[in-house]
């Protein structure tokens, strides 16, 4: 942090916390009632400033948590201290989308008189800001404060900065903040920033800094010296991806300075208790991963997506983040995730085919899915009563690998982390022998199949099987079309959330197999996620 002399810092900073609002992008802003009730009641104690309790989204089409649309309603049921000021935050997106913005505001908003919450904050692009000038002008109407905050700041350049800024008085809300949405922002950057919107804005100005390179809290400070007279924080820094500068800290540098009235001591059992569990239960924070996405200046949601369970390998994650600012990914896009994880298409030349392989049999794919694990004896049971030919997907499986006849393995990543177990297998491994000669993977028993990706095709020709996306299961049930089975049975496939990567690239696998190979069912054996068909493995076949 810079020693300069604090000459612009204010002599009293309001400190604004965003704990549910910034952090229900990890539990869908569906906290417990007795958890936002301790919460708000720590914070009054605490003598934070304002408390953003959450969104008030516009959007009902899916289940989300009583803090993504922070009603009135539920507001009056926490008994909020009368001396704690509450915000709530929308998105410029929602509103610019709405038919009419000021028969939004007036569907969402009580008059300030009726309304627990005095101040609306909006958080919007560079190039959304000229378009809210209605919603805006409603909220003032309406009696409410407004703050207008522009995201992804590390990629304005200071004119435009100060434009923001001049922009933001002309719409006369009561604060202009910047947001650094890739946490990319060192502490010599700030005052800069700072400057700018004070140029075009005056003095009422706030930050929201990141903590993808550990500076939340230097950038914080250094914002503050610059002029800031606001800025946001959370508890145990709870926010998407590496999360923000920390209500505990932030309150503790503040107080040392004499530039707060807050008092640490009423937040010790959320920090330490609450909010810790959280942190232990989704796993916010600094990492290599959001270090390098700040450098990137990629969207931090693309790290929280590639990092979400196993599947990816550290250095596949690496090369994907690569590959992301290749293209740009400023926002967060699903399907540039797609392209990135899968980087170049592949191809990895084989030999024998399978035309032999499970004629007229029944097959039941395994892949290493927690239903899987939580139902290990009763596949085990259903392989001795059934005998179909079992397949697993790479080398982990949860079931007697003395029952399983032969794994898949397509991914040179994963062959990679599976080296050792493949070398020890007993079954047969299909696999491209360019693929494992390529790791120098050696294996008891190897049938050896070529793979090539062509997008929205699956099936099989003279260089071995084509698959849509890289994955194993692809690559299996390219295998089993063409050695001709009888069924195909699923177990441990379980799903990710529809938004994820990995799910729309099996779900899209799974769709051409059915439109492709009519005459081969495919049938999920314990819960999945994907549009397939489901049944018991307790039913008789």
Same mark, same amino acid.
């Given at each position: 942090m810079a020693t300069r002399p604090q000459q612009g810092a204010p002599s009293n900073v309001l400190v604004l916390d965003c704990t549910l609002r910034d952090g229900g992008y990890?539990?869908?802003w569906d906290y417990s009632f007795d958890l936002v009730k301790r919460y708000v009641d720590a914070m009054a104690a605490a003598r934070v400033d304002i408390v953003e309790l959450g969104f008030r989204t516009l959007h009902t089409n899916q289940y989300l948590g009583a803090t993504a649309y922070t009603t009135d309603a539920f507001i009056e049921r926490l008994s909020v201290p009368p001396h704690l000021s509450l915000a709530v935050m929308m998105n410029a997106k929602e509103l610019i989308q709405a038919a009419d913005q000021r028969v939004a505001i007036r569907s969402s908003f009580a008059r300030r008189n009726h309304s627990q919450v005095s101040m609306v904050r909006i958080a919007a692009n560079r190039n959304e800001v000229d378009k809210l000038g209605p919603a805006i002008e409603?909220?003032?109407?309406?009696?409410?404060?407004?703050?207008?905050?522009?995201?992804?700041?590390?990629?304005?350049?200071?004119?435009?900065?100060?434009?923001?800024?001049?922009?933001?008085?002309?719409?006369?809300?009561?604060?202009?903040?910047?947001?650094?949405s890739f946490g990319s922002l060192r502490p010599a950057d700030i005052a800069p920033i700072m400057h700018a919107l004070a140029d075009g804005f005056g003095t009422a100005i706030g930050c929201h800094l990141h903590d993808n390179m550990s500076y939340a809290l230097a950038n914080t400070m250094e914002a503050i010296d610059a002029g800031a007279v606001i800025v946001d924080s959370t508890i145990q820094g709870m926010g998407r991806g590496p999360g923000n500068v920390r209500t505990e800290y932030l309150v503790m540098e503040l107080a040392r300075r004499g530039l707060t009235k807050a008092n640490v001591q009423p937040l010790v059992n959320l920090v330490e208790r609450d909010f810790a569990e959280l942190k232990d239960?989704? $796993?916010?924070?600094?990492? /290599?991963?959001?270090?390098? #996405?700040?450098?990137? *200046? =990629?969207?931090?949601?693309?790290?929280?997506?590639?990092?979400?369970?196993?599947?990816?390998?550290?250095?596949?994650?690496?090369?994907?983040?690569?590959?992301?600012?290749?293209?740009?990914?400023?926002?967060?896009?699903?399907?540039?995730?797609?392209?990135a994880v899968q980087g170049e298409p592949l191809h990895?030349?084989?030999?024998?085919?399978?035309?032999?392989?499970?004629?007229?049999?029944?097959?039941?794919?395994?892949?290493?899915?927690?239903?899987?694990?939580?139902?290990?004896?009763?596949?085990?049971?259903?392989?001795?009563?059934?005998h179909p030919f079992v397949l $697993?997907?790479?080398?982990? /499986?949860?079931?007697?690998? #003395?029952?399983?006849? *032969? =794994?898949?393995?397509?991914?040179?990543?994963?062959?990679?982390?599976?080296?050792?177990?493949?070398?020890?297998?007993?079954?047969?491994?299909v696999a491209p022998g360019e693929l494992l000669?390529?790791?120098?993977?050696?294996?008891?028993?190897?049938?050896?199949?070529?793979?090539?990706?062509?997008?929205?095709?699956?099936?099989?020709?003279?260089?071995?099987?084509?698959?849509?996306?890289?994955?194993?299961?692809?690559y299996a049930l390219s295998l089993i079309a063409n050695g001709?089975?009888?069924?195909?049975?699923?177990?441990?496939?379980?799903?990710?959330?529809?938004?994820?990567?990995?799910?729309?690239?099996?779900?899209?696998?799974?769709?051409?197999?059915?439109?492709?190979f009519t005459s081969i069912p495919v049938t999920a054996l314990t819960k999945s996620g994907y549009r397939i068909p489901q049944r018991s493995m307790f039913a008789p076949l």
């Amino acid at each position: 942090m810079a020693t300069r002399p604090q000459q612009g810092a204010p002599s009293n900073v309001l400190v604004l916390d965003c704990t549910l609002r910034d952090g229900g992008y990890y539990n869908d802003w569906d906290y417990s009632f007795d958890l936002v009730k301790r919460y708000v009641d720590a914070m009054a104690a605490a003598r934070v400033d304002i408390v953003e309790l959450g969104f008030r989204t516009l959007h009902t089409n899916q289940y989300l948590g009583a803090t993504a649309y922070t009603t009135d309603a539920f507001i009056e049921r926490l008994s909020v201290p009368p001396h704690l000021s509450l915000a709530v935050m929308m998105n410029a997106k929602e509103l610019i989308q709405a038919a009419d913005q000021r028969v939004a505001i007036r569907s969402s908003f009580a008059r300030r008189n009726h309304s627990q919450v005095s101040m609306v904050r909006i958080a919007a692009n560079r190039n959304e800001v000229d378009k809210l000038g209605p919603a805006i002008e409603e909220l003032r109407e309406l009696g409410y404060e407004v703050a207008l905050n522009l995201m992804q700041i590390s990629e304005v350049d200071h004119p435009h900065i100060t434009e923001f800024g001049t922009q933001a008085k002309s719409f006369d809300v009561e604060y202009a903040y910047v947001a650094d949405s890739f946490g990319s922002l060192r502490p010599a950057d700030i005052a800069p920033i700072m400057h700018a919107l004070a140029d075009g804005f005056g003095t009422a100005i706030g930050c929201h800094l990141h903590d993808n390179m550990s500076y939340a809290l230097a950038n914080t400070m250094e914002a503050i010296d610059a002029g800031a007279v606001i800025v946001d924080s959370t508890i145990q820094g709870m926010g998407r991806g590496p999360g923000n500068v920390r209500t505990e800290y932030l309150v503790m540098e503040l107080a040392r300075r004499g530039l707060t009235k807050a008092n640490v001591q009423p937040l010790v059992n959320l920090v330490e208790r609450d909010f810790a569990e959280l942190k232990d239960a989704y $796993g916010w924070g600094s990492s /290599l991963y959001y270090f390098q #996405s700040a450098n990137l *200046a =990629v969207h931090p949601t693309y790290v929280m997506e590639l990092t979400k369970d196993d599947r990816y390998s550290p250095s596949e994650i690496t090369l994907a983040l690569n590959r992301l600012n290749e293209r740009g990914a400023t926002s967060f896009d699903v399907r540039r995730l797609t392209e990135a994880v899968q980087g170049e298409p592949l191809h990895f030349v084989g030999g024998r085919s399978v035309d032999d392989w499970c004629t007229a049999r029944d097959v039941l794919i395994v892949a290493n899915g927690p239903e899987a694990r939580a139902k290990r004896s009763e596949i085990e049971m259903f392989i001795r009563q059934h005998h179909p030919f079992v397949l $697993g997907l790479n080398a982990h /499986l949860p079931i007697d690998m #003395s029952l399983v006849d *032969a =794994v898949a393995v397509c991914h040179p990543e994963r062959a990679m982390l599976d080296a050792s177990a493949l070398s020890e297998l007993g079954c047969e491994v299909v696999a491209p022998g360019e693929l494992l000669r390529s790791l120098n993977i050696k294996v008891k028993r190897h049938r050896d199949v070529g793979y090539h990706v062509e997008s929205q095709q699956l099936g099989f020709d003279g260089a071995g099987a084509i698959i849509p996306h890289p994955i194993v299961a692809g690559y299996a049930l390219s295998l089993i079309a063409n050695g001709d089975a009888k069924r195909i049975f699923l177990v441990g496939v379980d799903g990710y959330s529809e938004n994820d990567v990995r799910h729309i690239m099996m779900q899209e696998t799974l769709d051409l197999f059915i439109e492709t190979f009519t005459s081969i069912p495919v049938t999920a054996l314990t819960k999945s996620g994907y549009r397939i068909p489901q049944r018991s493995m307790f039913a008789p076949l």
